[in-house]
Structures are given as structure tokens and as C-alpha cells.
């Protein structure tokens, strides 16, 4: 049984900073790719950035520059940076971890950028 828990949502001004972390625990042999998406409302879930076991990243275009995500290995852990936040990064954020064969999903978090 794995578990990805996240935490580190809640609300900040525009132009504020928030990081979220995720951390996976139970039978985990290995991790590989390991990531973050956001649902805003009444719109799909959207990937935001993930990363590779080596460490390789990719990005939304909507967050490049702005956002930063990181794994620690040893922890089992992903972190997502956020910086220079926008009222359009308001959404619930998900962490995903590909562990096995197998594709695990966090419960969400919200962020929510408002003055």
C-alpha cells in the first residue's frame, strides 16, 4: 500500500510564494518520474511540472520561471517552489508518483491566490 501525502497549500497575495512538498510512504520499491498537477475549477486536471529518478524537469509554460520542483530520494519526497504567484495559479494541486508499475495520486491541496 502507498500513500503520496501532501502538504503546503493555502492562500497567498499575488506576487507571494508557497512551497508545496509530497511525500510517498508504504512498500515503495523505487520511484521513477514524480510530479504536480492542478484543477482549477470547471477546467481539466493540468500537468504543472514533474521530474525524473536522474532529476530531469519539465515545465508548464504557464510556470517556467516561476516555478521550481525537487526531489529528495533519500525521503521519498517531491517539492514544488512556487514563486511570483498569480490569481490563475488558484487550483487544487496534486502530487503524482509513478512507484513500480503503478501510477499514485496525493489527495490535492489548494492554493489559492487572492488579495
Known sequence: QVQLVE?????VQPGGSLRLSCAASGSI???NAMGWYR????????????????GSSNYADSV?????????NAKNTVYL????LKPEDTAVY????DIGMFEY?????QVTVSS
Open 7 to 11: 502538504s503546503g497549500g493555502g492562500l
Open 29 to 31: 520499491s523505487s520511484i
Open 39 to 54: 484543477q482549477a475549477p470547471g477546467k481539466q486536471r493540468e500537468l504543472v511540472a514533474d521530474i525524473s529518478s536522474g
Open 64 to 72: 517556467k520561471g516561476r516555478f521550481t520542483i525537487s526531489r529528495d
Open 81 to 84: 517552489q512556487m514563486n511570483s
Open 94 to 97: 496534486y502530487c503524482n508518483a
Open 105 to 109: 495520486w496525493g489527495q490535492g491541496t
